[in-house]
Structures are given as C-alpha cells and as structure tokens.
C-alpha cells in the first residue's frame, strides 16, 4: 500500500502565504495524478489543484486559480501546493490524494489513496 502524508499546515493572516508538502511511501510511486483537496466545517469536498506525475501538467480550481501553484519533486516523491494572498475563505483541512486516472480529475471518488489531512486557518 501508499501512505499519503500531509505537512506544512497552520495558521495564517489574510493575505500571507503557505506551503504545503505530501510525501508518498510504501512502494515506488508511480501515480498518473496527484490533487489537493480541501473540505471546510459543513461544506462538501472542494476540488483545489492536480498534477500529472509523469508531464507535470497542471489544473486548478476557479476559486484558488492565481493565487495557488502545485508542484512535484520525483525524486522526493513529494508535491507541494504554495498558497499565495490567502482569504479567510481557504480555512479548511486540506488533503493529498492520488490516483492511478490518467486524465485530470477532479472528483474524489476517482482518487484511490488520501492522505489524513492538515489544517490551515486564515485570520482576518
């Protein structure tokens, strides 16, 4: 199996910036794709950026679009998501995920491994 682990969560005010890692384990990692996602207190799931593994291929979501960038480091089997002029509106728990889906998805249930989530708070 592929663990799926969160880092670089916390606090931040209104306009700052964060950046967070997830680094896969357990076997060589050769997934097709690797998204952030992010749920807030009583609101569903919320698609926020993916990356194709092999091209680097990008998505994002329209409400992070220009103020966010995911990226990957093979050799680390590591993706990062720097969160740039962030909004009280991005508090969430924010989580990793990857799936072996060649093209962009951006809906949950395609995505075969998760990881536990971090939390991000943004003060106004």
């Known amino acids: 199996q592929v663990q799926l682990v969160e880092s670089g969560g ?5 306009g700052g910036s964060v950046r ?8 060589a990692f050769s997934y ?5 996602f992010r749920q807030a207190p009583g609101k569903e799931r919320e698609f926020v950026a993916a990356i194709t ?5 990008t998505y994002y ?8 960038t995911i ?9 990062y998501l720097q969160m740039n002029e962030m909004k009280p509106e991005d508090t969430a728990v924010y ?3 990857a799936t072996s889906v060649v093209i962009i998805t951006t809906t949950p ?16």
């Open 10 to 14: 916390g606090l931040v005010q209104a």
């Open 71 to 79: 990226s990957r480091d093979s050799a680390k089997n590591t993706m």
């Open 61 to 68: 979501g329209d409400s992070v679009k220009g103020r966010f």
């Open 95 to 97: 989580s990793c995920a």
């Open 53 to 57: 593994w092999g091209s680097g291929s």
């Open 109 to 124: 249930v395609t995505y075969e491994y998760w990881g536990q989530g971090t939390q991000v708070t943004v003060s106004s």
């Open 32 to 36: 097709n794709t690797m998204a952030w």
């Open 20 to 27: 967070l890692s997830c680094t896969a384990s357990g076997r």
